[in-house]
């Protein structure tokens, strides 16, 4: 699930467990770099909103956990032979589901949360910023739950061990999609 080969095991020697990790690890910097580009592409926005830096690993860490959530589920049915041929649609509609539920029940309180923030620290515009983060809590979560059942799928198609790299494309996927989210929907929003 996070690049580790399943030659590897307890007793593997460290230099052993470094070519198996790390070329996985490099793929994971550079598809972190996609996510600071995203990032990237909206400096302007976060320098006239600052109070979406805070926001950032808020929307992440729950778009990315709710994405890991499906990714076990998946991983687990693949691993046990759950997972029947014809199964993926049902288990994708679940997922797609319990992720905008999630996406709206955390955004409520995110947006709270950032009604308070925007509030107190004087920040544009409260209430609208306030429905950009439930808005974008909502779809990232969304996407999360969909990413988190199409990639091992995808990977087991091409032939690859999802349980080897899933956990890499998922994290780019909910980092991008959650941060291109927040920061797309401020700048059409307040600008």
């Keep these: 699930m996070v690049g580790v080969e399943k030659e590897e095991h307890l007793a593997t020697p460290w230099l052993k467990c470094l070519q198996f990790r790390h070329p996985w690890l490099q793929l994971n910097l550079l598809t972190a770099f996609a ?10 926005t976060i320098q006239q909103i600052v109070a979406l830096a805070a926001f950032l690993p808020v929307l992440t860490g729950q778009a990315g956990n709710t994405g890991c959530q499906a990714l076990a589920v998946t991983l687990r049915a693949m691993a046990l032979n759950e997972l029947k041929p014809g199964m993926e649609g ?3 509609r679940k997922e797609a589901l319990f992720g905008i539920s999630n996406g709206i029940l955390v955004g409520i309180t995110a947006a709270c949360a950032m009604l308070a923030y925007a509030l107190v620290s004087g920040g544009p ?4 910023l306030a429905g ?3 808005v974008a809590m909502l779809g990232s979560c969304a996407a999360a739950g969909v990413s988190g059942v199409m990639i091992p ?3 087991r198609r091409a032939g690859a061990d999802p349980a080897t790299v899933s956990t890499i ?6 980092d991008v999609v959650s941060m291109g989210a927040m920061l797309g929907l401020a700048s059409m929003w307040m600008f």
Excluded: N, Q
């Design 35 to 44: 996510a600071g580009a995203v990032v990237g592409l909206f400096e302007d």
């Design 90 to 92: 049902g288990l994708l």
């Design 125 to 128: 515009e409260p209430l609208l």
């Design 132 to 134: 950009v983060i439930l």
């Design 153 to 155: 799928l995808v990977l």
């Design 169 to 174: 494309f998922l994290t780019t996927a909910t």
